[in-house]
């Protein structure tokens, strides 16, 4: 079982900042490409956005365009997002994945199937 642990989140007030952190193991991390997701009470979990193994390509879906940016650290084997002009709309439990790929694919990768490894997620709460 493949463990990606998330950390960052918290409360915050509108219009405010938070840095999520994921962390996974190295032989996990090396290899894949890593992503971001989350949940809002009474919805589907959503993309928002992912990183390509090599770091060549990054994609953002709608809900993280513009606020949100993703990056990763390879000597740590942690993928950041920075979510900055929080809005309450952005309360949900976050998951960072991760789809193992080889180092030349830079496709994007969106749907919740295309990642075998999942982190329990971190709550993110934004108060109006």
């Known amino acids: 079982q493949v463990h990606l642990v998330e950390s960052g989140g918290g409360l915050v007030q509108a219009g405010g900042s938070l840095r999520l952190a994921c962390t996974a193991p190295g032989r996990i991390f090396s290899r894949s490409a890593m992503g971001w997701f989350r949940q809002a009470p009474g919805k589907e979990r959503e993309f928002l956005v992912m990183?390509?193994?090599?770091?060549?390509?990054?994609y953002y879906g709608d809900s993280a365009k513009g606020r949100f940016t993703i990056s990763k650290d390879n000597a740590k084997n942690t993928v950041y997002l920075q979510m900055n002009s929080l809005k309450p709309e952005d309360l949900a439990v976050y998951y960072c994945a991760a789809k193992p790929s080889i180092l030349s694919d830079n496709r994007s990768f969106t749907t919740l199937s295309d990642y075998p490894h999942w982190g329990q997620g971190t709550q993110v709460t934004v108060s109006s």
């Open positions: 990183i390509s193994r090599n770091g060549g390509t990054t």
